[in-house]
Each structure stands twice: as C-alpha cells, then as structure tokens.
C-alpha cells in the first residue's frame, strides 16, 4: 500500500500545477521523550505505529512539544494524558493516519508544521483536511479537532504578536461532528474563524469571522506555521483522527500531507497488479527489439 500512497502523491502534484504533494511516515515524527513541569512525554513506535503520550496534570505548565523545526510535523502542546501520532488504527487513503486521543478536559495535543519562510495570510487560497470521530469519544460532539494558523501581526503601527487563527466545524455548519466516518472540510475566505488571544482586530462579525473580513480589519498578518489538535476544556475522552492537510497560499505556497506508516509493504494484489505491469513492459520491450528479415 505504500507504493500506491506514493504513486498518488506524484499523481496529485502532476495535477495540480505548484501544490506539493508529500507523505508523511510515523518514522518521520520527532522521538519525544521529555519533561515540562508534572508532564512526562513517553514516545513509542511499534508494527501500528507511533504514539506520543505525555502523563501528568492539564494545564499548559505541564505540555511537552518537540523542539520548533521548520519544514516537518511535530507533536507539540501536548499534555494532561493525551496522546498524538502517526498509526493505522483509523486508516485513511493508505495505511494510516494522524490519531489523536484524550482522556478528560485537562488533555490538549496538537500537530504542527512550521513554514520555513512566511507566507501572507491575504494570499491565502483555500485549506482542506479530513476527519474522523470515533464513537468512543463521550465529549460533546460538537467538539472535534480544529485546524488553526498561526500568524504573526508584522504591520509597523502595531505591536508584533502571534496567535492562532481557528477553524472549528462547530461554527461552519457541523453542530454535531459525523461519527465513525471521514469527513472533509474545505476551508475558503468565507469560513468562520476566531482568535484564542483577543490580539487581533476581530472581522465584521465579532469573535466569530469570516476570514477574509479578518484579513480585511489586520494589515500584515503573515502565517508562520499550521495546527491540527484536540482540546483543552473539552469534557470528556476523545478519540479520533485527521489525514489530507493541505493548503494553498498561491504560487509556489502549497502543500497536501497524506500520513501513512513507514513499515508498509504493498498487499497482495498491489504486488500482483505490479507484477502484470511489469510483464506488459517486458512484452512490449521484447516486440520492440524484434527484427523482420525478407527472403530476396
């Protein structure tokens, strides 16, 4: 299965001019074992992937997240017995996906990526990213994982500051989250976004904003990096997954992250069909190389 997933992979970056297309292995995520405060971080990879759990109190004292790194997805904010990674437990157009588990309202666990050069938030495109809800879950169904930008005021008559801009579905028309099946969420200039600080100029709707009247009330606003995660404050266990982050800021901005186990072989009948493919090229290599001879 994993030579399909690559196969896909190159297939959508073909086809989709300059939007990037990568995969992301459980082999890839940062080997987490650390301490911030009460919280201990315990990375584990087995033959279903990897999983970071941080045990201890909630409480942003006592988060652990891997060292900030550009350019690579990262278990950060991450605490209160909640557990983020890269496994096949909930599979999503391959062998795995990111899964995300907590266990009351102190867990909070996020993935980040960090742009290793900025990009403005007024060249912003559209955003997509598919989810899952497990009926494990027993928090509110109108809670599930947010996707979020982090972005940087640069303008010169204010005060530099970042803070999350936050995509939930519960304010895009999702008052109750699907459970145990993927949904995809597409995110345009018209989706509802909100700030967790208050340092931005809310849009013409108050807290709760399109984006691009959230663009329109900041000047020079610049994304340094994307979030998906899970809580705090959430009431109850949560169980459930994403797969196919992608955005585009225009040009060469663009990218869609497909997560998959890194120990994936094909299946049967992806060798197979490999194989027929192989025989096909043969034969007509074979053909090519004949040559005719005429009697005189």
């Known amino acids: 299965m994993r030579f399909i997933a690559i196969l896909g992979a190159v297939s959508l970056a073909a086809l ?22 009460a919280g201990t971080a315990t990375t584990v990879t087995d033959a279903n992937g990897t999983v970071t759990t941080v045990a201890g109190p ?20 991450t605490g209160g017995n909640a557990s983020v990674g890269i496994t096949n ?3 999503r157009s391959g062998t795995g996906s990111l899964i995300f588990t907590g266990t009351s309202g102190d867990s909070k666990a996020d993935m980040e990526y960090y742009f290793s050069t900025p990009v403005a938030l007024a060249d912003f495109v559209s955003a997509s990213y598919d989810v899952f809800r ?4 027993v928090n509110p169904e109108a809670q599930t994982i947010a996707l979020r930008f982090l972005v940087n005021n640069t303008s010169m008559s204010l005060p530099a500051s970042s803070t999350y801009l936050i995509f939930e579905p519960v304010y895009n028309g999702y008052p109750s989250a699907p459970v145990d099946q993927w949904t995809s969420f597409n995110i345009t200039g018209d989706s509802i976004f909100w700030n967790n600080n208050g ?24 994304v340094t990096g994307l979030s998906v995660g899970i809580g705090s404050g959430w009431n109850g266990a949560f169980e459930g997954a994403v797969d196919n982050v992608s955005y585009n800021f ?20 992806s060798w197979a069909m490999m194989i027929v493919g192989l025989g096909l090229i043969g034969a007509s290599l074979r053909r090519a190389s004949r040559v005719t001879v005429f009697a005189a």
């Open 16 to 37: 989709s001019g300059n939007v990037s297309a990568s995969t992301v292995y459980n082999s890839d995520l940062y080997n987490l074992n650390a301490s911030n405060g």
């Open 89 to 91: 437990d909930l599979p």
């Open 134 to 137: 497990s009926s494990l879950s």
């Open 250 to 269: 225009g040009g060469n901005n663009a990218n869609s992250f497909n997560f998959e186990l890194s120990s994936a072989v094909p299946e049967p009948a």
């Open 199 to 222: 340092v931005l100029t809310n849009g013409s709707t108050g807290l709760y904003s399109s984006l691009s009247s959230i663009i329109a009330a900041n000047n020079g606003l610049v």
């Open 58 to 77: 909630g409480g942003g004292a006592n988060r652990v997240g891997a060292p900030v790194t550009t350019d690579t997805w990262l278990q950060r904010n």
